[in-house]
């Protein structure tokens, strides 16, 4: 049927691209039937429709081909595209990181799996110093149209090293551009444009949401969807207080902004979505607006994202701010092991209940340690 | 999604061996029938140990190509493509996953040295005459003066290079003195279609490719007319259209960034492949090990040089690993390897135009181990003097000269005069410091390059800083540099 409709506008010398696009558009409106998916598959369509659209896209990383994936993101490529394409590694991060860096330099676009982002510790020197700096020290002689992806921060019961967040190390180095996605319309979008991107990416995704389901749009289901790199998603309107918050922290602040609103505290939330670069004016129009800030990260502290934003926003938004910001982040010390000490070392919904609350002078305890 | 289907498979095609299946169980020499002089080489390697060696990583790579991974196939009996008339007794013979293995119930160390080492290729002695019995690729006159005047011009450009870094006019650089023979002689014997991941000691490569001693002139200074501008230190340079990889400080990175540039280039079906070179420190690195091993698994085809020249910075080579030299380590990996006396040019151009056509023609990975002698120090920052006897540096700056030898064997044949050699560096020399005075006045780059290439597109926070920071140049002009254009 969109075939007819457009050979019938093409008759008015239309032209047919633009057209399709909007004839897709209407289409995808009239549909209006929420589909759900997974985070995983979601990663997965993603790889599978840019893997299909451009033949020098391939992946690269352990258990990627025959073990379908760690996480089984990379299900089913490896049948579909051959071992070409679908490369399964030796244990050597530095290895196949350097490896996807030299395969970028000379014009493919590979897409990197770390099994996690702590394993990617043994090649940052790839990602940083290759990849990150060469367009701009070779004077744009090397692009690295690379992206590097895998789970990063706390999964569940898996100690220190398996449980560190990057998005601050990796945010930190000019060059790169760093992405956090949450729902599975972020994971298909912003996958799909970091794969487009001519610069390198870090996609840093949970392994925690991976097998969680989202609405999606029938538009986001569209091979050609993308999402810009840059833009934050304000997730749910407020005007008392701003939260941001990036990965899985945004279902809790969520979660948090429903018990606030009981409350009478209508949260704005922000989806950060990218890193690096940072919206900077989306977080510092929300503030202006509310006046009151909590920043959410599961990673450390000191040097971490809410570091950043309140930097951000004591430079560009001091005067608006009505309360000092909250910021919200990891407990200082290695991810422990046992349960009880793992649930108090990762931000939880009460922690930002509490904390919107003391933004908002509506604490009972003025203590800072609520 | 069909068609995307079948587009993948051609993929997959082109990624193909160029050897069909059958011709992979029958060659366990390669066969260099193009060229009599190869006969020695060849026949050394059926009657070397090392063939057997060969043949089993031609059939494990095989395996892996035609038949899923061993993993999934644990239980059952993997068809072997070699005949059992191999093993003198099937009882002797035991399957594990990598392959069969006969046993012996003698318990037997392999001893961590082997009573000789690897020799190493050499064709021209001191005297400048071919060792008699060697075999090597006869270079005609044109190149034989090209290599010669190179190696010369690359040798006077250190030296005057090195000067102007002593006066305070670039703030660093590093020599290549020792090894003009190992630069100029593997330039001459790749071609320009080769895409080279360098080091940092191989400028040669890039000279006889036709970089001209401004353009190394004009990086060193890092003017307007660097193609770095100005964004790197002196002696990384960087060319595109002379395929010549950007110089990357951190040691050894580029090997398994070759394997990647391999791959590649594998899909571009041309008669090239892609040349990694490394120091002998750069082998201690981890990126050695992974980038060695990936090239042998995917099948890349890489050469990997390895300049042996004794020292990294101060550490010599006992102290850089124990192993025979870095030619055994080629074994371990599977990958073919050779040694060659670096300061022989006529023994490392017939080495390199062997290896490279092994390479492309068998799509498989050879390392080269080149043994040289740093003569210089290593870079401007150091003095070797105090880690290394100064008679040894002069023994292997006269009496061991890369250049002397080669001269000896150039002269010999009447291809040059002892005029030639004085009106060459006579004019060598003043190229030179034109080149630098040239360099020295030309603009740097402009503000706008300190912004640019971070991302492919300029993104708004950098053009919001530029915009500020010119705002703020034009208030306080005098807290600038007044030689960085606006």
Redesign the interface.
Known sequence: MLRIIKQRLAYNGLPAPTLEQGIRVIASRAYSTAKEMTVREALNSAIDEEMSADPKVFIMGEEVGEYQGAYKISKGLLDKYGPERVLDTPITEAGFAGIGVGAAYYGLRPVIEFMTFNFSMQAIDHIINSAAKSNYMSAGQISVPIVFRGPNGAAAGVGAQHSHCYAAWYSSCPGLKVLAPYSSEDARGLLKAAIRDPDPVVFLENELLYGESFPVSAEALDSSFCLPIGKAKIEREGKDVTITAFSKMVGYALQAAEILAKEGINAEVINLRSIRPLDRSTINASVRKTNRLVTIEEGFPQHGVGAEICASILEESFEYLDAPVERIAGADVPMPYAANLERMAVPQIEDIVRAAKRACYKSSLLAATA | ?AI??S???K??HF?KPKISPSEFLYKICPNYSNSSSFRTLSGENCRNPQAFSDYSTTILSFRRRWW??E??RAGEQVETPYSDDDYEDENQVLDFPGGRVTFTPEMKFISETSDKRIPCYRVLGDDGYPISGSKFEQVDKETAVKMYESMVTLQIMDNIFYEAQRQGRISFYLTSLGEEAINIATAAALTLDD?I?PQYREPGILLWRGFTLQEFANQCFGNNA????G??MPI?Y???KHNF??I???IA?????????????K?DKKEACVVAFTGDGGTSE??F???L??AA??EAPVLFICRNNGWAISTPISEQFRSDGVVVKGQAYGIRSIRVDGNDALAVYSTIRAAREMVIREQKPVLVEALSYRVGHHSTSDDSTKYRPINEIEYWRTARNPLVRFQKWVHKNGWWTDDDESELRGSIRKQLLTAIQVAEKTEKPPLA?FF?????HL???LHEQEKSLRETIKRHRQDYPTDVPL
């Open positions: 999604m995307w289907f587009r993948s498979r993929i997959a990624l899923r991974p993993s999934t895409v991941l660097d193609y770095g501008k964004r790197q990384h960087g060319s595109n990889f950007t990357s400080s951190p990175t580029q090997l398994p960034q070759a394997a990647g540039v391999a791959y590649s280039l899909m981890g990126d090990h992974a980038g091993n990936f698994v995917l390059e640019s290439d971070v991302y492919s993104p708004s926070n």
